[in-house]
């Protein structure tokens, strides 16, 4: 079994996965282990990291920032998994997610990144520019290396395509709260739990929920219907808000990420 899948199942009745987002090289990748470090400290049972890139499209101003701070910072594929690496050595049980976008892949090499990422301890990727109909040789790669292959929901994806990911998708599926980019502001938690049931329809699968959850309140509704509660832009703030203090940086993304975790595990 997977760490995600282990992770999933030893959820205590009524309790939600807490999956927060930070952009790996954000603040420096010595910063990011510390931030990591902290995150679980504060209750996350899986960490989603941004993998820098040049045009995150499915991104809003705050999170674009801090891939462009990371791509100032030259960090690249190669310098996620090297992070991921360090974080192994003293954690073996947080489930770790690489999100990002195709081309880096690409330059990679499907099956030499899946064995990369494998050895480093990588337990799922999610490709927000990679359709699930146009994923079959990456899935197999990623299959190979034993890593859940994740995708993106949004509202307006199809029956048919639910279908489709049912056969396809693996560890856990990500609904796209909104239609829009991450940090926005229009959640609408009627819509979302209506989303839900109708994955569930299709897709056995945990369902994770992200965009526009930014703090204790918004998660904890969401939580009521969801599996997991997806956070990156309310934390990514904080560290670009904090970055020249780390000390302050960590611990108010600590404040943060325990209100959120203790709202959704009803601690």
């Given at each position: ?254 404040t943060l990420a325990n209100d959120i975790s203790k709202a959704i595990k009803k601690e």
């Open positions: 079994m997977s760490r995600i899948n282990t992770i999933f199942s030893n959820l205590a009745q009524g309790q939600k996965a807490f999956i927060p987002f930070i952009t790996a090289g954000d603040g420096g990748l010595d910063n990011n282990l510390a931030l990591m470090q902290t995150l679980v400290a504060s209750g996350a049972d899986v960490i989603e990291l941004g993998v820098p890139f040049s045009d995150p499209m499915a991104d809003g101003p705050v999170i674009a920032r801090s891939h462009e701070r990371a791509v100032a910072n030259r960090v690249s594929l190669h310098d996620v998994l090297s992070l991921v690496k360090k974080f192994r050595q003293i954690n073996d049980t947080t489930a770790i997610i690489l999100m990002g976008y195709l081309n880096p892949i690409e330059t990679f090499g499907y099956q030499i990144f899946a064995n990369a990422a494998s050895r480093a301890g990588v337990d799922g990727v999610l490709v927000v520019d990679m359709p699930p109909e146009e994923a079959k040789d990456l899935k197999s790669c990623l299959d190979n290396a034993n890593i859940d292959f994740i995708f993106l929901v949004a509202p307006t994806t199809t029956n048919e395509r639910l279908t489709y990911l049912a056969n396809i998708a693996s560890g856990f599926v990500y609904l796209v709260s909104l239609k829009g980019v991450t940090g926005a502001t229009h959640l609408n938690v009627d819509i979302v739990n209506t989303n839900i049931d109708r994955i569930r329809q299709f897709i056995s699968l945990p369902i994770g929920v992200g965009f526009g959850i930014k703090d204790a309140t918004t998660a904890r509704a969401v939580s009521q219907s969801a599996d997991a509660v997806i956070v990156g832009s309310s934390l990514v703030s904080l560290v670009e808000k904090y970055g020249e203090n780390k000390n302050k940086m960590l611990a108010n993304v600590a």
